[in-house]
Structures are given as C-alpha cells and as structure tokens.
C-alpha cells in the first residue's frame, strides 16, 4: 500500500486562480517532506523541503505547508500561470536502516487553461 | 554545474537485447540513485550508490537489472534481456549524503521495448 497519497488525482483551473494540492501519509518515522513539479516527459524538479518543525515554507508563488501531527500536507499555487501545468509530486522521507528512503505520491496533474 | 545529465534520452529496442543507461551526477554529490517511472505513476526506488558502495537495491531491481558507480562519480544501469514491461522512463538524481538535502533529477532516459 502507498504510504504517500495525492488528491486531486487531477485539477483543470483557469489562469490567474489559486488552487490547493493535498498529500496526506503514513510513512514513518518521518524525516522529511519535499514537493516536486514534472512537466512532461521530464524529470521532476524541487520545489520545496519541509522537516518536521517546520509548518510552511514558500518558493515564489508556491507554498508548502506541514502538520506533522496529522500527517497531512499541502501545496498552495497563487495566481497560476499557464507554465503551472504540470504534475506535482509529494515525497514524504524516512528514516531507513541504510539512511532514509524517499516514498513518492502517484502526484496531481494539474491543467492551467487561458 | 550542468546538474544531472543522463544519456541516450530515447531508447527503442527489440525484446531480448541488452541496453546500458548512463548517469552523470552533479559533481560533488556523494548519492546517486536510480528510479523508474511508468505514465501516471510516481517515481518508484530502483537502487542507490553512496560514493561506489551501492547501499540498497529494491526488489523491482530484478537479475536482469544490474547498476554500478565505479569510482563514485558517473553511473551505468544495465537492463539485460529485455522486455515490454520494461518500457518506462529511467531517472538518475544525485544529492549530498544529509538527509534534508535537496535531490536533484535528470531528464531520464525513456525505454521502449517493441
């Protein structure tokens, strides 16, 4: 079972709205919290890592928030562009016999329409 | 810094051949790691190299597969025997061996076995 869910499964909004992406986990013990983006056929790229005392962390018009009591996280988009749309990936980290291991959320596809 | 750079971009190749991924990390960073990537689906654990030591292996990383990091710098997959399921998308990224550090990916290398 994925330890890292993602909702929406998929999101349209119109250019210029805000939207709000969910990832919520069980993974444990948990060491840390990272949002991706991948466009396309490209590989993702990092937006934002969050440990466990910390409850937002911003990245322009992304910003990430953490409750690490409920194990829920979120990932807010302001004033959306048309080069927003993409696939955002929630990677919650844990702590692992060789180190950490990263388990990764099937991610949100999300469509920015003019 | 070019970041992670990864070699041939596009493979298509008859089931039953051999086919070799190369990884070229950010210089620097001691971790390397390996994932596969299938459409709508998150990144899933392939292997990982601390310097040349490959510290753990998934159990998706079957006899066909084999990774090495000689001399801990660039790294080489290698996908014997091939078959349809193992069309996908190949991602190598590289970080600093701290946990909170950020994990860099390339583009990937995409897999088609006809």
């Known amino acids: 079972k994925n330890q890292v869910e993602q909702s929406p499964q998929s999101l349209i909004i119109l250019e210029g709205k805000n939207c709000t992406l969910q990832?919520?986990?069980?993974?444990?013990?948990?060491?840390?919290l990272r949002w991706y983006k991948q466009d396309t056929g490209r590989g993702p790229v990092s937006l934002t890592i969050?440990?466990?005392?910390?409850n937002t962390k911003s990245n322009g018009r992304y910003t990430a928030t953490l409750d690490a009591d409920t194990k829920q996280s979120s990932l807010h988009i302001t004033a959306s562009q048309l080069s927003d749309s993409a696939s955002y990936i929630c990677?919650?980290?844990?702590?692992?016999?060789?180190?950490?291991?990263?388990?990764f959320g099937k991610g949100t596809s999300l469509l920015v329409t003019p | 810094d070019t970041g992670v750079s990864q070699d041939p971009r596009h493979k298509i190749t008859k089931r039953g051949q051999n086919v070799t991924f190369r990884c070229d990390p950010i210089s620097e960073h001691n971790r390397l790691y390996w994932y596969r990537q299938t459409l709508g689906q998150g990144p899933e654990f392939l292997t990982y190299f601390q310097n040349e030591a490959q510290l753990e292996k998934s159990r998706l990383l079957s006899d066909r597969f084999s990774a090495e990091r000689p001399k801990g710098s660039f790294s080489t997959l290698e996908i014997q025997r091939t078959e349809q399921g193992d069309s996908a998308m190949y991602l190598c990224a590289s970080s600093f061996s701290s946990a909170h550090n950020t994990i860099y990916f390339g583009e990937g290398s995409w897999l088609t076995v006809v």
């Open positions: 990832c919520n986990y069980t993974v444990s013990p948990f060491s840390n």
């Open positions: 990677v919650v980290s844990e702590y692992s016999n060789s180190g950490y291991a990263l388990n």
């Open positions: 969050m440990t466990f005392s910390e």
